[in-house]
């Protein structure tokens, strides 16, 4: 896990970024003389502001980061002052749940507003929040908002030198076909569900139950993947519950030492998010201890009821994946396979132009296109190719399709990167073995190919750049040719 491959070393700059922004954003609110309650508050925004804010521009996530206070000051203001009237505020966060679910079709701005808003709600049960509580908390999330953002966007802004990869478009379709609705209603049935199982667990941690849901549901989009989601959230709590018996419970809250681990709790949270979710939860399960020790509520009772809250959340999110508007693996996988076999054609097609001459024509942004799709399908495929999937000949037929795509990405990055040199322009055996690859792609889609172009005059003299061009022409065409039969095999049992 902590040796795998990090190009330009991103995760450890993020991670790293991730500890002095919160770092900065606990010792403000300590400065101000907050309470330890609105520095625990405090610490949790900004984590936040820097975990879920993703868009692809700088200046996207200073507007979302900015946007913030916006979506979770006020849901915080109805959670305290609800304190007293459980049933109003169940199903007020009911409401957020349903509304911070469905704002994903918005994309990164809408995935972070909803979660921050979320997040709000859960940070005021999590503290027991009165309405007494209130301006602290609030200042506490204005305060730590902008120390996380002095970090990020001027301290140590990492973006500026290696800007993320933009995260494809979510899925779209109209009314309940759209998956934001359809997971909103899931969402919102699970958390209902987890209200009730949570309170009779507790009366005062159910909250636990219904974070659970909410985290299961991020960044999922069928019944596979939540399914996968919540395997993997069990798994990274039960050794998170372990390993806090073994190092925050004999702590007692020690100041010195909590705030140290809890720094490589945050490290850990963000260098692992990227590779493995059971990981991050082990991280986070850690760091929920540590932070129970500084509030002094921390006993080994406590761990175990965090347990059992995981346990009764990740149940009700089955349940509902299982039987409110399911959505099936197979569908959401055909349409993210689509994209990638569509940005391939795309890519391609691009190439041509630009070997015919054509300076306005950006091949090296589908390539990049067709990266960040690859990623989408990999989540998408990861219920199929799990070593406990008991599907044998569709985990065959995932990996091919894995593999085989991976091949389209690396043969398409080597020809966005030989496209626009001189010495490959202009040679015929390229635009035919284009044309050749997009008819492929077409024929995958579902759509009728043009007729492709079978010229046999090549360029006066063979360049090295045209050769290499060809060679990965020819490995793309082979590729898409293969993944005709995995693509339109029948359709097993939907998972």
Not at 38 to 61: E, H
Not at 79 to 96: E, G, I, K, N, Y
Not at 227 to 253: E, N
Request: with cysteine.
């Amino acid at each position: 896990m902590f040796t795998a491959p990090d190009p330009g070393l991103l995760r450890l700059r993020v991670a790293l970024r991730a500890v002095l922004g919160i770092g900065l954003a606990v010792t403000v609110c300590e400065a101000a003389g907050l309470s330890p309650a609105a520095s625990v508050a405090g610490g949790l925004a900004a984590l936040l502001a820097l975990f879920t804010v993703a868009d692809p521009t700088v200046r996207g996530q200073a507007v979302t980061t900015a946007l913030l206070p916006a979506a979770g000051l006020p849901v915080l203001v109805f959670a305290t002052s609800l304190h007293d009237v459980p049933v109003v505020r169940d199903a007020v966060w009911l409401a957020v749940v349903f509304a911070g679910v469905h704002a994903r079709r918005w994309g990164p701005r809408g995935n972070a507003l909803g979660i921050f808003a979320f997040m709000g709600f859960f940070t005021a049960q999590f503290l027991h929040a009165v309405p007494g509580l209130l301006p602290e908390l609030s200042a506490a999330v204005v305060l730590s908002l902008a120390a996380a953002s002095a970090v990020r966007f001027g301290v140590w802004c990492v973006e500026r030198r290696t800007p993320p990869p933009a995260a494809p478009a979510p899925l779209d379709g109209k009314g309940l076909a759209r998956p934001a609705t359809r997971q909103a209603l899931q969402a919102t049935a699970a958390c209902a569900v987890a209200v009730a199982a949570g309170q009779v667990l507790s009366h005062e941690r159910w909250y636990w139950a219904v974070g659970t849901v909410w985290w299961i549901f991020v960044n999922t989009a069928s019944r596979g993947e939540t399914l996968v989601r919540g395997f993997r959230r069990v798994l990274g709590t039960v050794t998170g519950v372990a390993a806090g018996l073994l190092i925050a419970v004999p702590l007692h809250g020690a100041p010195v030492p909590t705030a140290a681990l809890a720094a490589v709790c945050v490290f850990g949270v963000f260098y692992t998010a990227a590779l493995s979710y059971s990981w991050m939860i082990f991280f986070v399960t850690v760091l929920a201890g540590l932070l129970y020790g500084l509030l002094g509520v921390l006993r080994p009772g406590l761990l175990g009821l965090r347990l059992a809250e995981t346990g009764v959340g990740a149940l009700a999110a089955v349940l509902a994946v299982a039987f409110v508007l399911p959505i099936t693996t197979h569908a959401v996988t055909d349409q993210w396979v689509r994209r990638a076999v569509q940005a391939v054609h795309d890519c391609t097609a691009a190439s041509t132009r630009r070997l015919a001459g054509d300076a306005e024509a950006d091949p090296a942004s589908r390539a990049a296109e067709l990266d960040a799709l690859l990623t989408r399908v990999g989540q998408a495929l990861a219920p199929l190719v799990h070593p406990l999937s008991p599907l044998r000949a569709r985990k065959a037929r995932a990996r091919s399709i894995l593999a085989l795509l991976d091949v389209c990405a690396r043969e398409t990055r080597g020809l966005a990167a030989l496209a626009a040199a001189p010495e490959a322009s202009h040679d015929a055996r390229l635009t035919a073995a284009c044309r050749r690859v997009e008819a492929a792609a077409e024929t995958l889609l579902g759509a009728v190919p043009e007729r492709v172009l079978t010229a046999s005059v090549s360029a006066p003299a063979h360049h090295p750049g045209a050769e290499r061009a060809l060679t990965h022409l020819h490995g793309l065409e082979r590729a898409l040719v293969a993944l005709t039969a995995p693509l339109c095999a029948a359709t097993p049992a939907r998972a």
